[in-house]
């Protein structure tokens, strides 16, 4: 390590994140934002696999090298109990936030049953998404789906998507900010890490006390399969994502590690930029 990143290394969570870091009032905000700091990463793996072997063999790899983790359980053809169990251990074991990206979009009493059921993902993820177009019951029924088994976890609200034809809004997107602001149990917002002018535009209305996470980020910028679109991450960050949510670009890469390595130093670099 350099002199430089040598210095970096220590930079307390509130110089480096300013007034984001002032103003969260979010526990899991902070968590997220010291873990960003220790890796020097502001990167959350997409680790679409679908088996259990693939999913611990990838974040074995490039756990170093992110802060946190989007699963989608419901892929997973061999879960079980005491694998999820085994697997999700080891992501904290790495200091890894787990997100679990199940959009939730169901009434308040129906999301309460959801977040527990067969995967009980009440009890191992950190962060869900929602969407709110059932409305605003959808975050407390997922808030007291976590009270039930005792923890205390946040939601990410979808304020927009990165994919070609989403109905989300401009007028929506309104909406779910000025619901999530408001709400102690909403980490932050979903935007397009697609398109930076987006982003940016999100974060002027959602201010500085709320976070905004982004997938459709890639070194490669462009289209890609089936729809989606890809930024750039250092981009994303400087105009205003908090978090890059990266996939392919690095579970599909011939170099995994290699791939969150350029990702991460990417992403923190533009925090470095944004000068918070």
């Keep these: 390590m350099n002199g430089l990143n040598d210095a970096r ?19 899991i905000a902070q968590t997220y934002m010291e873990v ?11 680790a679409d696999k679908t ?10 790899l490039v756990g170093p090298y992110i802060a946190a983790l989007k ?3 419901d892929v997973i053809q061999d879960w079980s109990v ?25 009434i308040g009493k129906i999301s309460r049953q959801q977040i527990g059921g067969i995967y009980a993902i009440n009890t191992w993820a950190d962060i869900v998404t929602a969407h709110l177009i059932s ?29 070609r034809g989403n109905l989300l809004t401009a007028s929506y997107s309104q909406e779910v900010v000025g619901f999530g602001i ?4 909403v980490l932050g917002f979903i935007g397009n890490g697609s398109n930076p002018l987006e982003v940016q535009n999100l974060r002027q209305m959602v201010g500085q006390q709320k976070m905004i996470w ?6 490669q910028t462009g289209d890609g399969d089936l729809g989606q679109r890809y930024g750039g991450p250092k981009e994303a960050i400087e105009a205003g994502s908090d978090c890059v949510i990266v996939g392919s670009g690095i579970h599909s890469s011939t170099d995994p590690i290699a791939a969150a390595k350029a990702y991460a130093e990417a992403s923190w670099s533009g925090l470095l930029a944004r000068g918070e």
């Design 9 to 27: 290394s220590h930079m307390q969570p509130g110089e480096v994140w300013g007034e984001r870091w002032r103003l969260a009032n979010s526990a």
């Design 36 to 46: 960003a700091v220790t890796k020097q990463s502001l990167v959350c793996l997409a």
């Design 51 to 60: 088996t259990m072997d693939e999913l611990v063999d990838l974040i074995s």
């Design 71 to 73: 699963t989608h359980v």
């Design 82 to 106: 005491e694998r999820w169990s085994e697997f999700c251990q080891l992501a904290h074991s790495m200091n890894l936030l787990i997100f679990e990206d199940r959009k939730f979009a169901d």
């Design 135 to 163: 409305g605003p019951d959808v975050v407390d029924g997922l808030l007291a789906g976590w009270q039930d088994v005792g923890c205390q976890s946040s939601v990410l609200l979808l304020a927009q998507m990165s994919s």
């Design 182 to 185: 408001k709400h102690e149990g």
């Design 214 to 219: 982004t997938p459709g980020v890639n070194l």
